[in-house]
Structure formats: C-alpha cells, structure tokens
C-alpha cells in the first residue's frame, strides 16, 4: 500500500502574523512540506479549505475575526471538511484555554516557539491519519473486535473512531458518559474499552471501577484517554485499574503500539 510522505501533503497555514508566518514557513520547508496555502483569519482559512480541501490545516491561536476554535468548530461541523487534521499552535499554556481543543479531536498542540522534533511528530500524528494502517493481531480478528467508546465530546468520539477505524476496527459502539457506557455493558460483550476520563455522571475511574467489581467482564481491557496530565491525577487514574493511559491529544502511532500491548499480553 502507497504510504504518504511529508512532501506529499498539502497544508493550510493559518497565522495573521507576516513574520511567524515566514519562520513557520521555513521549518515546514525542512519537513520537505513546500505546498502550502496561508491565511491571516477565520473568514479567508474557510474560504480556501471549502475550495480546495487541504490535508493538514496548521493555525494559531488569535485572529482579528475569532480564534483557532471558532475555526476548528466551523470545521468539525461542515460534512465535507470535518475530517481535515488540524495542528493548533500556541504559546498558550493554561489547560482550560487548551481543552477545548483536546476534546475536539485535533491531530497535535504545537508550542510557540516548537522544535524540529516537535513538529515532525504532529506532521506524523497527521500522515497517521490520513493512512490506513491495520492493526496485525495474533490472539484477535482485528476487523471482528467489539470496541466500546466512551466520551462525552461527539467530536473526540468521532476522533478517536477515525484513529480505529484506520487500524481495521470498525465494530465501535458509542457511549456518551460512564452512566451510559454501565448499561452498554450490560446487554453487550466487548473485546476492549477505549474511555475519556473527565465526563459527567459517571466518570472513565469510576467507570473502570465499575468494570472492575461490579461487571461479568471485569477483565476487560480499558485505555484511558485524558487531557488532564498531572503526575497526581494519573496517579488516581492508574488505581482505578486502567490498563493503558494516553494523552489528549493522541498519537496514533502511540495508540497502535498501546492496544497491540494490551489485545496481546
């Protein structure tokens, strides 16, 4: 199968600044990525993704007409484009400015100023995306594995579907908070759980819990996704008897490894 490069994808650069702009322009030339179109704000970005679809959009924070999310929501909720791989970059540090964009299923979160090795990685997390790997198991048909999701962000839902999905698994039932996901369980067998943390009524550590004591498969196999990454907080998360803990946003590369470790142990 024809595995994409970086110099095979086109981008969108969205950065109102003619110097950043310039400085970005440069490091994503040394990436190799030179087709690239630019935008100053929400209105044009729009305007050149809805004609001409790009395969990473890369955009900063702050525009004179609205914000990197006003985009990003445009994005996710327009069919045509709403699987487009979006990379925020921002010097933008607090955790409650930055989950927002965690919960909607963005490809990376780039620092300003990044590093080379940073942005090789979102450019990776983006080819990831955009090529279907399947995942190779020995104990498991991959197409046939019964994958419970639960997040309740539709867009990280969707997300984390498409990361799935481009590894073969395509059996995924939905669940919008744990409340739901305890009833899922009840009237369905599944092969792995795949669950946000911070959700309301019944969050992923008390869902896990559940699953743990309370369930008829309590040795489940249970991926923890979270855009809350204090050492203290995975430390609570961990004794709820998780099997694998992953960062919002995810890698897909990251996520293959940790469900081949855990559908294989």
Same mark, same amino acid.
């Given at each position: 199968m024809y595995s994409l490069e970086p110099s095979d994808l086109s981008l969108l650069l969205v950065e109102p600044s003619d110097t950043q702009r310039r400085v970005i322009l440069r490091h994503l030339a040394d990436e190799?990525?030179? +087709?690239?179109?630019?935008? !100053?704000?929400?209105?044009?970005?729009?305007?050149?993704?809805?004609? +001409?679809?790009?395969?990473?959009v890369l955009s900063t924070l702050h525009f004179s007409d609205g914000t990197a999310l006003d985009l990003l929501r445009t994005l996710r909720s327009e069919e045509a484009i709403k699987d487009t791989p979006f990379v925020l970059v921002s010097?933008? =540090? =607090?955790?409650?400015?930055? #989950?927002? &964009?965690? $919960?909607?299923?963005?490809?990376?979160?780039?620092?300003?100023? &990044? !590093?080379?090795? $940073?942005?090789?990685?979102?450019?990776?997390?983006?080819? #990831?995306?955009?090529t279907p790997q399947e995942l190779e198991l020995t104990h498991f048909d991959t197409h046939s594995l019964r994958v419970l999701v639960v997040d309740d962000s539709r867009m990280a839902r969707r997300h984390i579907m498409r990361v799935l999905d481009n590894l073969g698994i395509s059996q995924v039932t939905e669940a919008v908070d744990g409340e739901d996901a305890i009833n899922q369980l009840q009237n369905q067998m599944f092969d792995l759980v795949v669950t946000d943390y911070n959700m309301p009524n019944i969050n992923g550590r008390e869902l896990t819990e559940h699953i743990r004591q309370h369930s008829g498969q309590s040795h489940l196999p249970v991926l923890m996704v979270t855009s809350e990454a204090s050492?203290?907080?995975?430390?609570?998360?961990?004794? !709820?008897?998780?099997?694998a803990i992953c960062d919002k946003p995810f890698e897909p590369a990251e996520v293959r490894a940790m469900l081949y470790r855990l559908l294989e142990q």
């Open positions: 190799g990525i030179t +087709n690239i179109d630019a935008a !100053s704000d929400v209105a044009q970005a729009l305007e050149l993704i809805r004609t +001409n679809k790009p395969d990473m010097s933008e =540090r =607090r955790p409650d400015e930055l #989950d927002a &964009f965690k $919960q909607s299923g963005i490809a990376a979160i780039l620092p300003k100023p &990044f !590093s080379h090795e $940073q942005l090789g990685l979102a450019i990776n997390a983006t080819l #990831d995306l955009l050492g203290a907080h995975l430390a609570n998360i961990a004794q !709820s008897g998780v099997d």
